[in-house]
């Protein structure tokens, strides 16, 4: 089978959001976005300084897609507008469908410590856009893990073969089959054979350590990010230094029109019109 080939290396860009939170905008607001697809959003948040994440992310809206955050390090607190409240400690995952609309909050429940993780926005197809909001809230001893010469693998979403043998992680979604795995190499120069689904999108994370990529071995630091071709299924990876970090992701591309306005992601400009006249009037949230 072919194998994946780079097409874009991306440098994460400072940047933040909620109330005044420091993060690496890793993907996403720039750009054509169809080249994700069917994913819209990568956050990176971390650090030691409570001053950069104390202030969280007040209450606010989203309509027509999916939101997974994944704490690597920290407590934070989610609260919405249904009286849901979630709690997220090391490892855990939460994996949010605003769906028709919801009003959330995600606020530290810390004031000193390291806090670290990811966010990732996944989009939700037309047919699926306004159903009722819901919740998976994953604690990380529910997560399974795989070790392997040189290689551990969390396994948060989705199906692929590592290394010839077949992994699958605790979500799946039938629309996109996402992969969501966090990625631990542990001994430089160890190959790794990674096969997705063909002609699926593949993005590739580096967040600790440094990587090499593709058949060719391109060096990839810390802090970029790779699109791969959806042409081909294999991917070929090694470490470039010991206890390299990598977050993988893949999906199948919905192919939708695709119309964004902040936290709203729909198919078209007038549904986007739609949810902001539903926000203005209290009525975009509802208690299904």
Request: net charge negative.
């Amino acid at each position: 089978m072919a194998s994946k080939t780079i097409e874009e290396i991306i440098v994460a860009r400072p940047s933040s959001d909620g109330d005044g939170v420091k993060l690496l905008r890793v993907f996403g607001g720039m750009g054509d976005p169809a080249r994700f697809d069917p994913f819209l959003m990568m956050d990176e948040f971390g650090s030691y300084e409570a001053s950069d994440y104390i202030g969280g992310f007040p209450p606010h809206p989203h309509r027509g897609f999916e939101t997974v955050t994944y704490m690597l390090e920290g407590h934070m607190e989610h609260q919405d507008h249904m009286g849901n409240v979630g709690d997220l400690q090391n490892g855990d995952v939460q994996w949010m469908t605003a769906g028709a609309g919801i009003i959330h909050s995600e606020m530290p429940k810390q004031t000193e410590g390291r806090m670290r993780g990811f966010q990732v926005w996944l989009n939700l197809p037309a047919h699926s856009k306004m159903q009722p909001p819901a919740y998976q809230d994953i604690a990380s001893d529910r997560i399974p893990v795989e070790s392997m010469p040189g290689l551990q693998v969390k396994m948060i979403a989705g199906q692929a073969l590592v290394d010839g043998q077949a992994l699958s992680g605790l979500v799946d979604r039938p629309d996109t089959r996402p992969v969501y795995f966090d990625l631990a190499l542990t001994q430089a120069g160890q190959k790794h054979v990674i096969e997705l689904a063909a002609d699926s999108t593949a993005l590739v994370y580096v967040y600790e350590g440094e990587l090499q990529l593709g058949e060719n071995l391109t060096t990839v630091a810390r802090g970029k990010l790779v699109r791969l071709s959806r042409k081909g299924s294999h991917l070929h990876m090694q470490a470039g230094s010991d206890d390299t970090r990598v977050v993988l992701l893949s999906g199948v591309p919905l192919k939708e029109p695709i119309a964004q306005y902040g936290p709203f992601v729909m198919n078209t400009r007038e549904e986007i019109e739609q949810a902001l006249d539903d926000y203005r009037k209290g009525t975009l949230a509802r208690r299904f």
